[in-house]
């Protein structure tokens, strides 16, 4: 069976400071791959979604970047975290229909 | 882009209550999800359910695409119905799904 993972769990950190999340899937190959965030008491915005390594496409410009080394790893990352990147981010998979990791809680202060 | 409106916004039932939430959205889809988030974060997978009718348990959505608009049925509430529940659509293929503002539910017991 497939499952999916995120990590950390919980994650706060400064303004200006690097950002880096990662998410694996287990158990499928060459799999879709998603970002989303949710900002507290909203629904999920789409932030990336990549069809294979390397192929990254972005629906909302802004200071943050995915990128996919790995067939079933994929990253979010910044250069420098704004207080309004604070939010739960969602890492999910699929080819269909699509599955949600467990999500990792940011704060930025 | 496509629009999707959950209704009610917030649902409140005693414990044993049936309850129907409602997903409208603007134009013709190819891909439709019902999700439950749960008071942890994790989205839960209900249905995938682009048209038609499917029952899972005491859960059950009907959606009727010429019409543009999908209904989920919750039977026999539990406490642990509890949360958001998300309808999420897609146009072409499930690289862009939108997702609506969800509708939060509270089991009474």
């Known amino acids: 069976s497939q499952t999916i993972h995120q990590w950390p769990a919980t994650l706060v950190q400064p303004v200006g400071s690097p950002l880096s999340l990662e998410c694996t899937v287990e158990?499928?190959?060459?799999?879709?791959l998603y970002w989303y965030r949710q900002a507290a008491g909203r629904g999920l915005q789409l932030l990336f979604y990549s069809v294979g390594i390397g192929q990254i496409s972005s629906e909302v410009p802004q200071n943050l970047s995915a990128s996919r080394p790995q067939d079933r790893q994929f990253i979010l990352s910044s250069k420098k975290l704004l207080l309004s990147d604070s939010g739960f981010y969602l890492c999910a998979w699929g080819l269909v229909d699509q599955f949600f990791g467990p999500g990792t809680r940011l704060t930025v202060l | 882009g496509i629009q999707v409106e959950q209704s009610p916004p917030d649902l409140i039932l005693q414990e044993g209550a049936n309850s129907t939430l409602r997903c409208n959205f603007s134009?013709?889809?190819?891909?439709l999800q019902w999700f439950h988030q749960n008071p942890w974060g994790q989205l839960i997978n209900l249905f995938y359910i682009p048209s038609g009718t499917k029952q899972n348990g005491r859960l059950s959505a009907t959606t009727v695409a010429t019409e543009r608009y999908s209904l989920l049925y919750i039977s026999s509430s539990q406490t642990t119905d509890s949360g958001v529940y998300f309808c999420?659509?897609?146009?072409?293929?499930?690289?862009?799904?939108?997702f609506g503002a969800g509708t939060r539910l509270t089991v009474k017991p």
């Open positions: 999420a659509v897609g146009e072409y293929n499930n690289n862009d799904m939108r």
């Open positions: 134009d013709s889809v190819n891909n």
């Open positions: 158990g499928t190959s060459n799999p879709n």
